[in-house]
């Protein structure tokens, strides 16, 4: 069992950052691949980064290339997400994720590939 909760989340204006952190606990925690997705209303949770378990590779969608970055504490078993650049439409629920098998294969783009989910944590970005 994983368990995952983030913080960090609230209201920026548009151009502005917020960091998100995600402390993880259970027996797997350190082992695991992690990640963030992000759900709005009406819509299904879409896929934000990865990372591996040893943060040495990162994946991320092509809407937040190059304005976010994943980044993980194994020491302390919490994972970042650093937003930049912040847009109107990164208004979302972010939730972190946990992924025991850490393989990296053409599913980790999907929801249920994830196992383990935090609470979620709300961003909205003003226009």
């Known amino acids: 069992q994983v368990q995952l909760v983030e913080s960090g989340g609230g209201l920026v204006q548009a151009g502005g950052s917020l960091r998100l952190s995600c402390a993880a606990s259970?027996?797997?925690?350190?082992?695991?691949?992690m990640g963030w997705f992000r759900q709005v209303p009406g819509k299904e949770r879409e896929f934000v980064a990865r990372v591996s378990r040893g943060g040495g590779f990162r994946i991320y969608a092509d809407s937040v290339e190059g304005r976010f970055t994943i980044s993980r504490d194994n020491a302390n078993d919490t994972v970042f997400l650093q937003m930049d650049s912040l847009k109107f439409e990164d208004t979302a629920v972010y939730f972190c994720?946990?992924?025991?098998?850490?393989?990296?294969?053409?599913?980790?783009?999907?929801?249920?590939?994830?196992?383990?989910w935090g609470q979620g944590t709300q961003v909205t970005v003003s226009s």
């Open positions: 994720v946990a992924d025991p098998s850490g393989l990296t294969t053409t599913d980790i783009y999907r929801a249920t590939r994830y196992p383990y």
């Open positions: 259970g027996r797997t925690a350190s082992t695991a691949a």
